[in-house]
């Protein structure tokens, strides 16, 4: 349906000459396509076609024509002439069938006349025939799959029937589905719904009229045929709008082509003038436009109205005509289609003339033999397509024609494409066959003004191997063509007329037209190197070629990739020469390029300055300096380079060039030459980045020599651009301070001078032009700082890489690089700043040290680094000592001068001596220059140090570990380094870390340290003294500074105090003030920050030093051991025993060092631990013993500290207090408070762990015991491990015994001394034990943990009773503060009572700190911990002792089952212990679950009941405080009551009430938090004891059970009683443990647990136990749903009525329901989970055959969820007898209405309805289901109906009360417009022949509920209602007269409702 838009590709078939005496007919009209070519189809249609012959059908298509119909598709016209040809030049007889065939062709191309104004090329399409491929057959008919028959339907003589084409042609018009399916409301904007368009239906009505009037000559019916597709066609689009239908206009093109075909056809030259006419007016009207003369139909309107007989039609064909002949293009194309055809090529002439159709004027002048008439028509052509089809015709008439035509078709494009390529290359090919290269050549240079194009045509040449033309044309591509002069002259002559869109787009498809394309001269250079290839050019023409090139190419780009090219082909002298003319080339560009924009920028700038007229327009193109240049240089020059040292690999070691042939020899370039190219490319790079990214190419080839000279040329540039870059900031600067002062002036209202003025204007200049400074001339001095460094460590780099390739690896050979090194790090005047130079000692350190003596080049430069640091060190130390007091009197002048601006000083000037002092620092601060480091502080420096010397370290040390004893460093010369590090090193870190970086490196080696330089370890401690003698010094030095800080403090408080007192210090004193800030500033600013830190810091560091010092001695020792291991014959046992001495004397003097010189008890523990961990069990011990030293110390200096701390608080505060009142201080005052400030003031330069509390001293004890226990224990473990080896031989046995009766008897002092003398709180005590338990000491266990639980109770009982005496306090202190609100006094009797409380507590004995301190609970956990050791350690010893008898003989078993009787003594009384003094439950039940895992289950029974009954006291407790707090309250309120009245609470009760305050405050206080827990959130620790003692006792019967099958002894009679026994033992367990269970959900889970262990007996028994216990809440539940109730109503009343006996009433209920338990949960869910326990029942008393327990959960499950299932299965499971009975109970539980349990639940399951119905009804209890009728919708109308039959069998006489459920039900589904209930319809049929009166009101009653509020488009549903009713009350009824007045009525009342009224009358209702 879419027409072609394509104009290219009109070629002109070759078809044999026609006679021009044939005539026009309707018949014969030849079929062309829309540029007026001749179609050719291959079809064979008969030969003399006449009317008579239009009802034969034409022939199919046989299926391999549709084959080759694919094949042919895609040939060209020229490919398919060719095909033709070849094929008649084969066979003769192939000849004459192709020549028959046109004979045939031409015959019926007069069959249809064309439709198209436009050539649209068709390919042929599968499937299609050629007539349809070639555009014989409308798009339409092509839509018909026309074949055979169906191309000419024998329509007969039958009518026409116009409607049924009509609706054939509007159903064509589909509707689209929504593929959102949106559904839309009302009001919503809906988007139009869109169609498509079935064309096939379309064509085929089409195919039918065009039939009619083209083969059949019935013009009537074809016109009539097309008239109704058109106007149906046009009408449906108009409806539904046309832009909603896909492809309507497409459509409405292919209707108007159709007819002009019909309009043109013979059959139409019958029609009239006035028939015409009306045709145009019908035309007319169904075109959209309003011109006569456009419009879709407007060729067809000017075919009906013209046909062929037009007088002036006919005058223009004879060519007699006068003027120009006008009409629709498009017609005009078809006549001269037609006539062609008809070969009446002179006609056609005259019209081609007349409408100046030049197209085909120029072919018919060319078929007629007139060529320059036709060329010159053609020049005025400007479709190039057309001006080609015009050549193609001219080919076989005039080759010099075609060519100039073809080539003009060419050079009017101005774009390359596919049809542009296919005219080239015919073209090219006529050229070539004709000889007309040279001319196409010369030609294309002259004509085609496109270089694309040109190059096009180029490459169409060279690949048919025309490659000196072809080259010849891609030269003239290379020379650029000046710009067109017209429109840029215009231009310059009216700068003011801007120039229009056209022209805008004329020179821009001018300047395209001019650029030459990309990749040209790497083309030429292609081509000449492919002809260099195949011989047919020489080097020569190669060269030549490249000169070209260079000589007319200035596009840097175009020559980078030509230079890429020739460097594939390793041209190498070629590419050098492309490569400089880029360099040169970019550089002419560039200076050019900033030489314009200067001039521009400065015109610009002096144009604003001066203020011209118009104000100038800034510059059009985009200013800034372009990188591409640079770009380019650097690719060029890299590409030079690597050209030219490709040049010295041979080439069988280039790497392949799989794609390309290699023409050239081996010739390398001389190094000198490469030496000259670096150095030139050199001089055009000015981006230092560049030169160094040279210098790295260089280095990447091992161009050593080059690299050094090019990095010197790099640090040349950089201080080049540094000096820039200073020069800039200098006159930047100077530019802000003219403009500084030029604002200053201006604020003045005065100008500036003239000189300054002119000065700013060229900074200003220089400014703006700053723009153009490119990015390499704006790096900032540190930048050019980086980039040195890094050119720097390129030629360190290529020096040792030079080195290294020389194989210069002896020690003398590295001179070299020494020398280099030195000028460049330390020599290096562009490197001064340290950090950079140590960068580069890094470098040279980081290189490989298997290859390069790195170690001793890196030990001679960096002690010089050292040096030049601590040069720079102390010229800041120097500078501080001025730049501080300068800095400080400078800052003191600015405040002066702000104060005197505020006028609160006199004058602004410091006093004399401080401003000589100041004037004399300023002048010498004026002579600093920046120093090469810009250190923030001393420390800086230090830093800095400690990384020279840690590299120089490494560096040494690593070369240790070379293989090449060359390359290692002397043991002098590691002593030398080492001893240069410490000389170095001041700061203690930075030793640490030496320490680390020594000990790293020789740790765990078996290398050269340990013997033959076994100095290494020594090093590590000496730098440890070293690192200690430093921290000691820095502590000293911290003393010495506390006292001129404390003055400074002091004088700081004392001039605050005066400040608020309005006065000022005295001269003196504000004098050493100063004095004293100035000299802590100084040394700050002097001294690095570690000299400061605080002696916490210290002490770390300290430790860190120990640390490394003690690992390090254990090294030593492990190193030795492991070398004696893995080389035993290298040591005999002197040289072991000699190792093993040295060894152990290396840490014993480390262990003396530390013990020395630590102070911190948590360090010493620390570096214990490290001692324990090696075994070391004496040292451990010793350093516990200096631990509890330390410790008993630090007590001491804390008691101590308390003391004076309370003595100077309290003298501070009589000092406050005398200052409040303005009293003077007596110096004897002072004399006491002074040093006690001082003291409290040196507090700040103590350590943490001099300040610590009791309780962190008391953790040490601690941890020194398990220390030492830890350490001594491991020790026993490993030599008891020693002992039992299998291999005794070489064991020293009696050196391990004595040995382990040593560390025996450390144990015991530990425990006796350590442990007994020093630790005394209970808890740590308790973890003592826990340690012994670990190691399994069980008889120490147990003494200890008796004693710690005994001090625990002690403790807790004396606590207990200083609470008490507390809380009599508080409330007697409480109350006397009442009373002093009224200015009462306590009595006597309770101040007595105060004061005797007081005194005891006074008096009470003093408890340890851990005491006061510890809480209730941790006294709790205490005796829980102690209990469970005891406990533990028994069982422990039971254990061993059982091993012992399974591991000894049977004769020494007596002895152990004495010692085995005793530890089950031990065990039994321990399960007391735990039974009688662990109260928690929950700690109770973590010991049964212990016991459990350890298979004690015995132990477990009691423990878990003990939990129960502890449990259950517990809420007893609680049940009788809430008593007691009820009582309280009572009382509370009774005395607040009757202070309301002014009157007091009898003595009595006030008594009782202070001692009920007492016991809950005690209660609150002394209590733990597991007494303080609801009863209601407890059941689960009943639960969890109750499951452990069920789980435990069914474990035991199945290891007795287990224990009968293994004994054989057991049989028969003794095993049932012995299982009858465990049975009966299990079930009181069960019976006893769940009566301490109350929660019914976890006796479920109980029963769950049984349940699935297949315990059935159980689950009945603990089924009941929770059925029992839910029944019990269920009626508390209702209980409390009453008394609720009932509380209300009385409170109502109350409000209505008051009276005291309803408030008396009032209070007995709330006692009542306070004494009611806190709801379990609600009455629904108790159901639930009672119905699941029965379930759960059912099942075990199915297996157990318990039927009353069936019987009595059955009728349970019915009475919770009623169901007719169930209701039978009760029935199964009740005995006759007892049914009826049963029966009753049931269905008065139906029956029972269900109640709220007040949370929304309720006390049964809702029973569904119908399945009570239905119950009920079953059993004939029709009189109590008819209230209990759900309301609609919730009934089942099969449950009605069966109800009305039941009323109508037993009870007829009370149908009526059934009947308003009947009218609900009836009108409820009514008023839902559902009428179409089959169960509805029965109902009412069965109620109509009861009552048929009560049906006529329903109905009536429905259809006026209806009406209320019925929407119109619901008015059908109503009259179908009435229809219905209608029926029912006149057909089955017989009462018509009830109908009449019910239909009259609602026609009366509902009357406005017009449009139901008008359904009404036409629904036949009234009838």
């Not at 004396?1358 to 009462?1384: C, D, G, M, N, P």
């Not at 439950?1481 to 212990?1490: G, N, V």
């Not at 199915?1742 to 019915?1758: G, I, P, Y």
Request: proline share 5%; glycine share 4%.
């Amino acid at each position: 349906m879419e027409k072609g838009k394509d104009k290219a590709d009109n070629g002109e078939p070759d078809v044999a000459p026609m006679d021009n005496d044939a005539g026009p007919s309707a018949n014969k009209k030849p079929r062309i396509n829309t540029d007026g070519l001749p179609v050719v189809p291959t079809l064979n249609v008969p030969q003399t076609p006449t009317t008579g012959a239009a009802d034969k059908p034409l022939p199919f298509e046989s299926p391999r024509e549709e084959v080759l119909d694919d094949r042919l598709c895609i040939l060209s016209h020229e490919q398919l002439e060719l095909l033709v040809t070849r094929l008649a030049r084969t066979d003769k007889t192939m000849e004459e069938r192709i020549m028959r065939q046109i004979d045939r062709l031409e015959h019926s191309m007069s069959m249809y006349s064309p439709r198209r104004t436009e050539f649209t090329p068709r390919p042929f399409m599968m499937g299609a025939s050629p007539l349809m491929a070639r555009g014989m057959m409308s798009p339409m008919m092509m839509g018909m799959g026309m074949r055979g028959g169906d191309m000419f339907d024998d329509l007969g003589g039958e009518e026409v029937n116009v409607k049924a084409i009509r609706r054939k042609i509007r159903g064509a018009f589909q509707k689209l589905k929504d593929p959102l399916k949106r559904k839309r409301r009302r009001d919503e904007d809906a988007e139009p719904q869109k169609y498509k368009l079935a064309t096939d239906t379309i064509r085929k009505e089409v195919k039918k009229g065009k039939d009619l009037v083209l083969l059949r000559n019935d013009k009537d019916r074809g016109l009539e045929v097309m008239e109704a597709i058109t106007d149906e066609f046009i009408t449906a689009g108009s409806e539904l709008g046309e832009e909603n239908v896909e492809q309507y206009d497409d459509a409405l093109q292919e209707l108007a082509s159709d007819w002009v075909d019909l309009f043109l056809a013979d059959a139409m030259n019958s029609l009239t003038s006035e028939e015409r006419m009306d045709w145009v007016n019908k035309l007319f009207t169904w075109d959209k436009s309003a011109n006569e003369n456009e419009g879709t139909f407007s060729s067809a309107r000017a075919a009906a109205k013209l046909g062929w007989s037009d007088t002036h039609l006919q005058q223009v064909l004879a060519g007699d005509h006068i003027g120009k002949y006008k009409e629709p293009e498009a017609l005009s194309i078809v006549r001269c289609n037609m006539l062609e055809r008809d070969r009446k090529v002179e006609q056609a002439l005259h019209l081609a003339k007349a409408v100046e159709l030049h197209h085909f004027t120029a072919r018919f002048l060319i078929k007629l033999g007139r060529s320059e008439e036709a060329l010159q028509t053609a020049k005025a052509i400007d479709d190039p397509a057309k001006v080609f089809s015009i050549a193609q015709v001219a080919r076989s008439m005039d080759v010099k024609l075609a060519f100039a035509l073809a080539l003009q078709s060419i050079a009017q494009t101005y774009e390359w494409n596919q049809p542009n390529n296919e005219r080239s290359l015919w073209l090219c090919d006529l050229a070539i066959s004709q000889g007309m290269v040279d001319q196409l050549v010369t030609d294309a240079d002259a004509t085609v003004k496109h270089k694309t194009i040109q190059f096009e045509i180029a490459k169409i040449l060279k690949d048919k191997t025309a490659f000196k033309p072809a080259l010849g044309l891609a030269a003239i591509v290379l020379k650029e063509w000046p710009p067109s002069p017209t429109l840029l002259q215009q231009q310059a002559a009216e700068p003011k007329v801007p120039l229009t869109q056209q022209q805008l787009q004329q020179l821009q498809r001018e300047e395209a037209a001019r650029q030459i394309p990309t990749g040209v001269p790497k083309w030429m250079w292609d081509v000449g190197y492919e002809m260099l290839i195949l011989e047919t050019g020489t080097r020569e023409d190669l060269d030549q070629v490249l000169d070209v090139i260079l000589g007319d190419v200035s596009q840097v780009d175009q020559l980078l990739a030509l230079a890429t090219r020739i460097h594939i082909h390793q041209e190498f002298e070629q590419t050098i020469r492309v490569c400089k003319k880029c360099v040169e080339l970019s550089t002419a560009a560039k200076e050019r390029d900033l030489q314009e924009q200067t001039q521009l920028l400065t015109e610009y700038f002096w144009n604003i300055l001066r203020r011209v007229q118009p104000p100038p327009q800034p510059p059009q193109r985009q200013m800034g300096y372009d990188f591409t240049f640079e770009r380019n240089i650097v690719v060029a020059s890299t590409m030079l380079l690597n050209a030219a040292l490709d040049s010295k690999i041979p080439q069988e070691l280039l790497p392949p060039q799989t794609t390309t042939k290699i023409m050239r020899p081996h010739s390398p370039i001389p190094q000198t030459t490469i030496a000259e190219a670096v150095s030139w490319c050199l001089s055009f790079m000015k981006d230092p980045t560049h030169r160094a990214q040279f210098a790295q190419l260089l280095k990447q080839r091992k161009e050593y020599a080059l690299v050094l000279p090019t990095g010197v040329s790099v640090q040349g540039v950089l201080e080049t651009l540094r000096q820039g870059t200073i020069d800039t900031a200098t006159w930047k600067a100077q530019l802000a301070e003219i403009q500084r002062e030029q604002a200053e002036l201006l604020v003045k209202r005065k100008p500036l001078p003239a000189e300054k003025q002119e000065q700013l204007n060229e900074l200003l200049l220089r400014n703006e032009l700053q723009i153009l400074v490119p990015y390499y001339e704006l790096y900032s001095v540190d930048d050019i700082q980086n980039l040195q460094i890094g050119i720097a460590k390129l030629m360190i780099n290529a020096t040792i890489d030079n080195a290294i390739a020389e194989a210069l690896l002896l020690r003398s050979s590295d001179a070299e690089v020494l020398e280099v090194a030195l000028q460049l790090i330390v020599n290096n005047q562009y490197i001064l700043n340290p950090t950079h130079r140590l960068d580069l000692l890094r470098a040279i350190k980081g290189r490989t040290p298997q290859h390069f003596p790195v170690g001793s080049v890196v030990r001679q430069l960096a002690p010089l680094i050292l040096d030049y640091v601590n040069q720079l060190r102390a010229d800041y130390v120097a500078r501080q000592a001025v730049l501080v007091p300068f800095l400080i009197l400078q800052q003191e002048l600015s405040e002066i001068t702000e104060q005197f601006l505020l006028k609160k000083r006199k004058d602004s000037v410091l006093p004399t001596e401080k401003q000589e002092r100041y004037d004399k620092l300023s002048a010498i601060a004026a002579t600093y220059t920046p120093l090469a480091y810009p250190a923030n502080s001393v420390g800086d420096f230090d830093g800095l140090t400690h990384e020279i010397v840690s590299l120089m370290l490494s560096a040494a040390l690593q070369t240790r570990q070379q293989i090449d004893e060359r390359l290692s460093l002397s043991d002098g010369e590691i002593d030398e380094i080492i001893a240069v590090a410490i000389k170095n090193t001041s700061d203690p870190n930075n030793m640490r870390n030496l320490m680390k970086q020594i000990k790293d490196s020789i740790s765990g080696r078996v290398g050269d340290f340990t013997y033959e330089f076994a100095h290494g370890y020594d090093l590590v401690v000496q730098l440890g003294q070293l690192a200690l003698a430093r921290i000691d010094e820095l502590d000293e030095a911290r003393k010495v500074r506390f006292e001129p800080h404390f003055e400074k403090k002091e004088l700081d408080r004392e001039a605050s105090e005066q400040e608020g007192q309005k006065k000022t210090l005295t001269p003196e004193q504000q004098t050493r003030l100063e004095q004293l800030e100035e000299d802590d500033k100084l040394l700050r600013a002097t001294n690095a920050k570690y000299v400061f830190s605080n002696k916490n810091v210290n002490e770390k560091l300290r430790l860190d030093v120990n640390t490394i010092m003690l690992s390090n001695a254990y090294s030593h020792k492990k190193t030795f051991e492991n070398r004696v291991a893995a080389e035993p014959e290298a040591f005999t046992a002197e040289m072991i025993a000699d190792g093993k001495a040295r060894a152990r004397a290396h840490i014993d003097r480390v262990v003396d060092i530390i013990d020395k010189n630590t102070h911190d008890p948590s360090h010493l523990l620390t570096l214990g631990n490290m001692l324990s961990e090696n075994l070391d069990t004496m040292h451990v011990v010793r350093y516990v013993k200096r631990v509890l030293a330390i410790v008993d110390q630090l007590e001491a200096a804390r008691k101590e500290r308390n003391l004076w701390e309370a003595e100077l608080s309290t003298l501070q505060e009589e000092e406050a207090e005398l200052k409040s009142k303005r009293k003077p201080l007596e110096a004897a005052f002072l004399e006491k408070l002074n040093p006690l400030r001082k003291l409290n003031a040196r507090k700040d330069i103590l350590a943490s762990f001099e300040k610590q509390t009791w309780g962190e001293h008391d953790d040490y004890k601690l941890s020194a015991a398990q220390l030492a226990l830890g350490g001594l224990f491991r020790a026993q473990q490993t030599i008891d491990s020693a002992l039992s080896a299998t291999d005794t031989e070489d064991i020293p046995v009696v050196e391990l015994t004595e040995q382990r009766e040593t560390v025996v008897n450390l144990i015991t002092w530990v425990i006796d001394d350590v442990i007994g003398k020093n630790i005394e709180n209970p808890g740590h005590i308790l973890s003592l034990a826990q340690t012994l338990l670990n190691y399994k000491e069980y008889a120490r266990v147990m003494p200890m943990s008796l004693f710690a639980c005994n001090r625990t109770m002690e403790i807790h009982k004396s606590r207990e009773a200083k609470e008490s005496i507390k809380q009599w306090i508080y409330l007697y202190t409480e109350e006397q503060q009442k009373l002093a609100v009224i200015k009462k006094d306590l009595p006597s009797a309770q101040q007595k009572k105060l004061d005797q409380a007081q005194q005891e507590l006074d008096e009470f004995p003093e408890m340890p700190d851990y005491a006061n301190s510890a809480s209730f609970d941790q006294m709790e956990e205490n005796i829980y911990t102690a209990a469970y050791l005891v406990l533990r350690s028994a069982l422990g010893a039971l254990q061993a002792i059982d091993q012992q008898i399974a591991a000894q003989p049977p004769d020494s078993q007596p002895i152990l089952q004495d010692e085995r009787e005793a530890a089950q003594k031990q065990v039994t009384e321990g399960l007391q212990f735990v039974i009688s003094r662990v109260s928690n439950p929950q700690r109770l039940i973590q010991i049964a679950d212990e016991m459990a895992r350890l298979e004690n289950y015995e132990l477990v029974m009691p423990i878990a009941l003990r939990c129960m009954t502890r449990q259950t006291e517990l809420n007893t407790e609680y049940t009788e405080r809430l008593e007691v707090q009820r009582e309280a309250q009572r009382l509370q309120n009774l005395e607040a009551e009757m202070e309301r009245n002014r009157k007091a609470l009898p003595d009595k009760q006030k008594q009782r009430l202070r001692e009920l305050l007492h016991q809950q405050r005690m209660f609150h206080t002394t209590m733990p938090q597991f007494c303080k827990i609801d009863p209601s959130q407890t059941d689960a620790t009943s639960s969890n004891a109750c499951s452990k003692r069920i789980d435990t006792v069914l474990q035991i019967k199945a290891d007795a059970e287990n224990k009968m099958v293994m004994d054989e002894t057991i049989e028969g009679a003794d095993a049932d009683a012995h299982k009858d026994e465990l049975a009966q033992r299990v079930q009181s367990i069960v019976e006893e443990s769940i009566e301490f269970v109350h929660a019914p959900r976890n006796l479920h889970s109980i029963a769950r647990k049984l349940y699935q262990r297949r315990e059935y007996a159980l689950v009945i028994i603990v089924g009941a136990r929770c059925q029992k216990t839910i029944q019990v809440l269920v009626d508390q539940n209702e209980q409390r749903i009453d008394l609720t109730t009932k509380l209300q109503d009385l409170r109502q009343q109350l409000i209505v009525s008051p009276s005291d006996e309803v408030k008396v009433e009032i209070e007995k209920t709330e006692r009542d329901l306070e004494q009611l338990p806190v709801q379990y949960e609600q009455t629904s869910r108790l159901n639930s989970l009672n119905l699941e326990m029965a379930t759960m029942m059912i099942e075990a008393a199915k297996v157990e055959k318990r039927n009353d327990v069936l019987r009595d959960q059955a009728v349970l499950r019915f009475k919770i969820s009623p169901t007719i299932p169930l209701f039978d299965e009760v029935k199964i499971l009740t005995e006759a007898d007892e049914w009826p009975e049963v029966k009753k109970e049931l269905l008065e539980q139906i029956l029972k209405p269900q109640q709220d349990d007040g949370s929304g639940g309720y006390n049964q399951q809702m029973i569904d309805p119908r399945a009570k119905m239905e119950l009920l009804l079953n059993e004939g209890m029709w009189k109590q289901a008819l209230p209990l009728f759900p309301e609609p919708p919730y009934g089942s109308m099969d449950m009605l109906e069966r109800l009305l039959l039941d009323l109508e069998r037993n009870a007829p006489d009370s149908f009526d009360q059934i009947l308003p459920t009947v009218e609900k039900y009836a009108v409820y589904y009514y008023s839902q417009f559902q009428f179409n209930n089959a169960g509805l319809e029965r109902v009412l049929d069965q109620t109509q022949r009861r009552a048929p009166d009560f049906v006529l009101g329903l109905f009536q009653r429905a259809i006026e509920k209806m009406l209320l509020n019925v929407l119109p488009k619901q008015y059908e549903l109503i009259v179908n209602f009435l229809q219905m009713f209608k029926k029912r009350l006149v057909e089955d009824l017989g009462r018509d007269d009830d109908w009449e007045s019910v239909l009259g009525d609602i026609t009366k009342q509902h009357k406005g409702k017009r449009k139901l009224m008008q359904l009404i009358n036409n629904s036949g209702l009234k009838d």
